[in-house]
């Protein structure tokens, strides 16, 4: 189980916490979109499916390396760059941030907040629940990357993942007859083992968000505020340390019994000799006498 973020550390033997403090990731993802929104950048979705391509400045991929956004692409110009974004990270920069336009690489004309919506959850039915649980980590200031090859949907890191491990493996569970048969995710004890022990393995919490939904569809944007997002970490009860832990009071007590023992005997002793001196000088001093 992760105990708290565990810091990368430098040549110098220190860690990165002092760093990822003088700059707070919540001050990068602002420069990041005053700089976006000067430049009126437009980016270009696949027609076949949820990613996006982005192309950008020096400084802006600088901004959008350090903020975790997106991935490079290899073959960028020094004077364009190119950003590979998920479904999930281009809709955050579209809808949450607003510091970008989307178009689809069939039509030159940019989509609104509605076709863009229908666009990526036809790419992915599962869109709607995973990009609440996006957004709402990333407004906790967490950098969120997929997880992937930890058996989780996303994972989270406390600052870059640079700087600091990732710190949770997220699970989204939606609850609601919205999302149909999606709603079954963690109901068996053995899916929740897996994940806890994949999670466990690799030293990440488990951390499960569930998209609740009641009465609305899910057909629009509109739904993303009436979702409710609920967070549970979950961590495996080892009944060794548990005894370990019940037992170190035991042997706390067992301590101080055995101090109090040791201190009885010496004052004991101390009398004893005490004792054998006056003795042996009582019989001296009636030897002398006779």
């Not at 959008?64 to 974004?85: D, H, I, M, P, Y």
């Not at 997880?147 to 493996?169: C, I, K, M, N, T």
Request: net charge positive; aromatic share 8%; glycine share 6%.
């Amino acid at each position: 189980m992760a105990a708290g973020p565990r810091w990368k550390k430098g040549k110098d033997g220190k860690d990165f916490s002092v760093l990822a403090a003088a700059k707070p990731m919540s001050i990068i993802v602002a420069e990041l979109q005053s700089s976006l929104k000067r430049a009126n950048l437009v980016a270009t979705i696949s027609s076949q499916g949820g990613d996006a391509v982005l192309g950008v400045n020096p400084q802006q991929a600088m901004l959008l390396n350090r903020t975790a956004f997106g991935q490079a692409v290899e073959n960028a110009g020094a004077e364009k760059q190119w950003f590979q974004l998920g479904g999930e990270e281009v809709f955050y920069l579209f809808h949450a941030l607003k510091c970008v336009s989307v178009k689809s690489e069939s039509r030159e004309k940019r989509m609104s907040e509605g076709e863009l919506w229908d666009h990526l959850c036809s790419s992915s039915e599962s869109f709607p629940e995973l990009y609440k649980a996006y957004s709402h980590l990333r407004s906790r200031n967490c950098v969120v990357r997929s997880g992937l090859q930890y058996g989780a949907d996303f994972v989270a890191y406390r600052h870059h993942p640079a700087l600091v491990h990732s710190e949770f493996a997220v699970v989204v569970v939606p609850e609601g007859v919205e999302f149909g048969s999606r709603c079954g995710r963690l109901k068996v004890w053995s899916d929740l083992l897996c994940a806890l022990r994949a999670s466990g393995s690799v030293a990440k919490t488990l951390l499960v968000l569930t998209i609740s939904s009641s009465t609305f569809e899910l057909r629009s944007p509109d739904c993303l505020e009436l979702l409710a997002v609920h967070e549970r970490t979950v961590t495996r009860w080892i009944p060794q340390q548990c005894r370990e832990q019940r037992c170190e009071p035991c042997s706390e007590e067992a301590n101080k019994e055995e101090q109090v023992i040791t201190r009885e005997t010496v004052v004991f002793s101390y009398w004893g000799v005490i004792l054998g001196f006056t003795v042996l000088s009582s019989l001296l001093v009636y030897k002398l006498r006779f």
